[in-house]
């Protein structure tokens, strides 16, 4: 897998290998400092330039969650996916308030289109803050101690990465958001978030 | 299903309701003048305050990819996904490169977060382009009549839409993607985005 420590998206990638007991090397590409995504190198792997990209049968998978959905298919047996199909849709409606509603709009590769740090930092601000919000509501219906019940799915993948963010980058009161606090605190303490996470990658 | 005309969103489920036979009712939230998605109203449909929401099967589900996810679950007899893992893999980058890379930071909602009308325009021009020539190079993999070769499939439902804002709102040269373009046009003579294409519905 190529990725960075910083990347919430490859911290995703990173808990679903890990948590499938997929042996893998994690190749850093440093996109903040050194700008790597841009080199010549990192295009013949990803074209559009960014992480993660993992490399798996001989074949350059990119795109988080395409990745995930293709370990989830090709190795089933550790299933990241709820039994049912409603609760798949419950699990698939938050990763997609996250996946589509908060990472893009937070992002720092956004500030440098905006005036200063402070406009941007009031942008990512506000929409991490509104996409929390959802799923907040979002796990009223379906919390147990992780986002669907107490089964590790995909939606815990995205969750705890942005979670994460929310805090340390943006400063997120996370007060208002007690169920999602409440499930970050349970996922913060598997084996699976301890491993990856980025404090421990870095 | 509940939805507005001009939502790049919500096109892409009445896409998907459209390409496998459903038979829908749309119930139009006007987002955009009437501000309809703030009322408490719908607030007790969605509580995210978007469109599109489904009503199936005594239950609403949210988030356009959730919902097209359900409804090939539900119906999977005309499929929108490929046979093979490995063209689902790359249908779902082309998917997410849109659903995550594009639509967030190019829709009209985020016009008021901008100083000027012409710092947003920008801004959605910037991040429509990147995501197009991402989607021109995975086409270069794949790309048939359609995105992938010459079935239908969800990427379909997600390029048309966001092609058609990038042209319509974005006023994108779309001479710089000629795979894109090709696939568009082609996509542009089925009867399933004939039938749903806003101008029809409006």
């Given at each position: 897998?190529?990725?960075?420590?910083?990347?919430?998206?490859?911290?995703?990638?990173?808990?679903?290998?890990?948590?499938?007991?997929?042996?893998f090397e994690?190749?850093?590409?440093?996109?903040?400092?050194?700008?790597?995504?841009?080199?010549?190198?990192?295009?013949?792997?990803?074209?559009?330039?960014?992480?993660?990209?993992?490399v798996?049968?001989?074949?350059?998978?990119?795109?988080?969650?395409?990745?995930?959905?293709?370990?989830?298919?090709?190795?089933?047996?550790?299933?990241?996916?709820?039994?049912s199909?409603?609760?798949?849709?419950?699990?698939?409606?938050?990763?997609?308030?996250?996946?589509?509603?908060?990472?893009?709009?937070?992002?720092i590769?956004?500030?440098?289109?905006?005036?200063?740090?402070?406009?941007?930092?009031?942008?990512?601000?506000?929409?991490?803050?509104?996409?929390?919000?959802?799923?907040?509501?979002?796990?009223?219906?379906?919390?147990?101690?992780?986002?669907?019940?107490?089964?590790?799915?995909?939606?815990?993948?995205?969750?705890?990465?942005?979670?994460?963010?929310?805090?340390?980058?943006?400063?997120?009161?996370?007060?208002?958001?007690?169920?999602?606090?409440?499930?970050?605190e349970?996922?913060?303490?598997?084996?699976?978030?301890i491993?990856?996470?980025?404090?421990?990658?870095?």
């Amino acid at each position: 897998m190529y990725g960075f420590w910083a990347s919430s998206c490859t911290w995703r990638v990173r808990a679903a290998l890990h948590f499938k007991g997929i042996a893998f090397e994690e190749k850093s590409v440093d996109i903040v400092k050194e700008q790597k995504q841009l080199t010549d190198e990192y295009r013949s792997i990803n074209p559009s330039q960014k992480v993660p990209a993992l490399v798996m049968n001989g074949e350059t998978i990119v795109e988080s969650m395409a990745i995930i959905q293709y370990l989830e298919e090709m190795r089933p047996e550790v299933s990241l996916v709820p039994k049912s199909p409603i609760l798949r849709a419950r699990m698939r409606e938050i990763c997609e308030t996250i996946v589509s509603g908060i990472q893009p709009l937070q992002n720092i590769g956004l500030k440098r289109h905006f005036d200063s740090e402070n406009k941007f930092k009031e942008f990512a601000e506000y929409f991490t803050t509104r996409g929390l919000e959802s799923v907040e509501e979002q796990l009223k219906k379906t919390a147990g101690r992780f986002c669907i019940g107490d089964q590790i799915t995909v939606a815990d993948l995205c969750l705890v990465p942005q979670v994460y963010n929310g805090i340390v980058r943006h400063k997120i009161n996370m007060e208002k958001f007690p169920i999602v606090s409440n499930v970050y605190e349970h996922l913060l303490k598997e084996k699976t978030f301890i491993e990856t996470h980025p404090k421990n990658i870095k």
